[in-house]
């Protein structure tokens, strides 16, 4: 199994950046596919981005090209690098773990989640 703690949301006027991270415990974290997720209010939690063990990425199309997703198997860590944010995407963010061997882009692939951070775009 593996526990995760997300960091670094915060406030940020449209067009700032800000990043996220994921701190992982466990003794296999190399063995999971590493995502995220965001949840706004009143909508259902959302596919963001997902990275496999060996670093294939996979965003969703709200996102490409704004965000960037990256993982440091040595340091049990996953980041989501936020660019040029629109007040769209304000929402709270989870990290999540889906074991290998999943396309791991929707929420019923993940097995382990963090407790979220709040992201929030001003206009």
């Known amino acids: 199994q593996v526990q995760l703690a997300e960091s670094g949301g915060g406030l940020v006027q449209a067009g700032g950046s800000l990043r996220l991270s994921c701190a992982a415990s466990?003794?296999?974290?190399?063995?999971?596919?590493m995502g995220w997720f965001r949840q706004a209010p009143e909508k259902e939690r959302e596919f963001v981005a997902r990275i496999g063990w060996s670093g294939l990425t996979v965003y969703a199309d709200s996102v490409k090209g704004r965000f960037t997703i990256a993982r440091d198997n040595a340091k049990n860590t996953v980041s989501l690098q936020m660019n040029s944010l629109k007040p769209e995407d304000t929402a709270v963010y989870y990290c999540a773990a889906a074991p290998l061997g999943r396309q791991a882009v929707h929420v019923y692939a993940y097995d382990y989640w963090g407790q979220g951070t709040q992201v929030t775009v001003s206009s």
């Open positions: 466990g003794r296999s974290f190399s063995d999971y596919i």
